[in-house]
């Protein structure tokens, strides 16, 4: 068919593309991404790859670890409040958490956004979101990839994705191989839902319960949206300082602190049960707490428990070790011991 020289040619910006908007937004992500670089990144933003150096300095023999996820339907309540800055956060937590569960320690992160339209400022708050927890973890935003597709998301809506790339220490690998019986597990209290189990969340809420977003709930001391958008909480900070302290063997083997998630891929010959995963004492339950999560914590509400967040200063000022308040299967001798 010949080509009529009288009519305009069709452009991006007519299929619902528009190339100068999307530049505009990914200049102001390259600064929020150069906010969380380390001495390790080689590469700008806008190329089509990251380069990440590992320390040769810092690490012996290290193992990467890799991990890709999603937020899931949790944006369906961040699309209906209209709250974007926290999704971004959401995203990278959960990806650390992941690869925490084989003892791994962040490196960079990747992150992939699709819309219908680019929304600048909705954009910005998301990759803000993301680059403050890339920072917070210690790892740095070295790149992803923002797409704008016409007609494929509804207006108003987004996916969001993410990639995180970590290293352990070859002979530090969590894998559950050492756990024995007589090891205790001890675990890191969840702010909330985190970026699980929001479609039956959702729905036993919203339409078996009748609840709306704006719903007060007592037993919350909230309303239902706020308390549904609590950001995923990261662990690694928690599991950081106790390898610090405990740097040798492999922590989860070492009676120190676990997510659920760890529990489950670190233990999984464990069997747990409500009425046995009971508080432990604190070693000085008479002590005010104080630690590196008191700006969103107070005294122990319960003087006697132990907690690892809350009663962490106790912990480091105790030589004693927790104990238990169930009574914890004894180890059986050896044969060489018996004989």
């Not at 709250?83 to 992150?111: E, K």
């Not at 690892?308 to 180890?331: G, I, L």
Request: glycine content about 8%.
């Amino acid at each position: 068919m010949a080509h009529d020289p009288s009519k305009t040619a069709v452009t991006y910006a007519d299929a619902g593309v528009d190339i100068d908007r999307a530049n505009r937004t990914k200049k102001r992500i390259k600064y929020l991404a150069h906010k969380t670089f380390t001495r390790s990144v080689l590469s700008e933003i806008g190329g089509f790859g990251g380069l990440f150096a590992v320390d040769k300095a810092k690490w012996v023999d290290p193992i990467l670890v890799s991990s890709v996820d999603g937020v899931g339907t949790k944006l369906k309540v961040a699309f209906e409040m209209d709250v974007h800055h926290t999704i971004g956060a959401d995203l990278v937590n959960h990806c650390v958490n992941d690869i925490a569960v084989q003892g791994a320690t962040p490196l960079f992160f990747m992150d992939y956004l699709a819309t219908g339209r680019i929304e600048p400022e909705i954009t910005e708050k998301v990759i803000e979101g993301l680059a403050e927890a890339c920072k917070h973890n210690g790892c740095a935003l070295i790149g992803g990839e923002t797409a704008e597709m016409p007609g494929f998301y509804p207006d108003g809506e987004y996916d969001l994705a993410g990639f995180i790339v970590g290293a352990v220490e070859r002979e530090r690998i969590i894998s559950g191989k050492t756990v024995e019986v007589g090891d205790v597990i001890l675990g890191l209290a969840s702010n909330g839902l985190h970026t699980n189990g929001y479609a039956l969340a959702r729905k036993l809420l919203f339409e078996v319960g009748k609840y709306t977003l704006d719903s007060y709930v007592n037993e919350l001391k909230g309303k239902v949206g706020n308390e549904l958008l609590r950001t995923h909480k990261s662990y690694w900070p928690a599991i950081k300082r106790l390898w610090m302290v405990n740097a040798s063997p492999p922590w989860p083997t070492s009676r120190a602190a676990a997510s659920p998630k760890i529990c489950r891929e670190c233990y999984p010959a464990a069997w747990l049960q409500s009425s046995t995963w009971a508080r432990g004492r604190s070693p000085r339950s008479s002590n005010t707490c104080s630690n590196w999560e008191m700006s969103r914590r107070k005294k122990c509400s319960v003087p006697s428990t132990w907690d690892w967040e809350c009663c962490w200063s106790c912990h480091q000022r105790s030589s004693r070790k927790p104990k238990p308040s169930w009574n914890a299967p004894e180890k059986k001798p050896s044969p060489s011991a018996a004989s």
